[in-house]
């Protein structure tokens, strides 16, 4: 079975500084896509940034990006230029190759402060 | 539709009360999820279909909940004889079979028993 642990129930960033949010997972799969979602107050899960775990290149999205590290089994999330309304609990995610069964993990809340 | 939707966005209900759950996923969506997201914690599995294969509820948590999903779209998850530690944000998800850039998220029902 896959896991995924987000070792940082809250964190904080002051508004225009960077954050990192951490991720780990288990899993003996080889081929296995990573996402992290963003879920604000309104509750909707909104996807953030996608990775496939074949790529060694980092994903990156505007002002997010991701370290993956396939061997240490790790996906963490960088925000840079943070902004208030980055503000919102972070989901981190695994999903095995051509299956459609993701896996969450407990969430970060981030509060950007102004 | 241009997204999932999810009916009611708040219920409220007495304890020992049946309430049913709807979820009307993207129109060509033929993976549909059910998530379970209780107070500040991730999101917990509940019950998976694609197509017209047998559902996946290797999730659902006791006899109490089941789900159905009718002509291979609208889903309705129903939870019998409703307990407190039902109280949670119940999240449902849509994808094309083998996606694998993630799911579209409804905004989900928030249920809460008294």
């Known amino acids: 079975a896959q896991t995924v642990t987000q070792s940082q129930p809250e964190m904080s960033v002051q508004e225009a500084e960077t954050v990192t949010l951490s991720c780990t997972y288990d899993?003996?799969?080889?081929?296995?896509?990573l996402f992290w979602y963003k879920q604000p107050p309104s509750r909707q899960m909104i996807l953030v940034i996608r990775?496939?775990?074949?790529?060694?290149q980092n994903a990156t999205e505007n002002r997010f990006s991701v370290n993956f590290q396939k061997a240490a089994k790790s996906f963490s999330l960088k925000i840079s230029d943070s902004q208030l309304g980055d503000t919102a609990m972070y989901f981190c995610?695994?999903?095995?190759?051509?299956?459609?069964?993701?896996?969450f993990g407990a969430g970060t809340r981030l509060t950007v402060k102004p | 539709g241009a997204g999932v939707s999810q009916s009611p966005s708040n219920k409220v209900t007495e304890k020992g009360k049946d309430v049913e759950l709807r979820c009307d996923p993207i129109?060509?969506?033929?993976?549909l999820y059910w998530y379970r997201q209780s107070l500040g914690q991730g999101l917990e599995f509940l019950i998976y279909?694609?197509?017209?294969?047998?559902?996946?509820k290797s999730g659902l948590p006791s006899d109490r909940f089941s789900a159905e999903r009718t002509g291979g779209s609208v889903s309705t998850l129903t939870i019998q004889r409703t307990q407190q530690e039902d109280s949670a944000v119940y999240l449902c998800?849509?994808?094309?079979?083998?996606?694998?850039?993630?799911?579209?998220f409804g905004s989900g029902t928030r249920l809460t028993v008294v």
């Open positions: 899993t003996s799969e080889n081929n296995y896509y």
């Open positions: 998800a849509s994808s094309l079979p083998g996606q694998s850039y993630g799911y579209t």
């Open positions: 129109s060509g969506h033929t993976a």
């Open positions: 279909f694609q197509g017209n294969s047998a559902p996946d």
């Open positions: 990775q496939e775990a074949y790529k060694q």
């Open positions: 995610a695994f999903m095995k190759r051509f299956n459609n069964d993701m896996r």
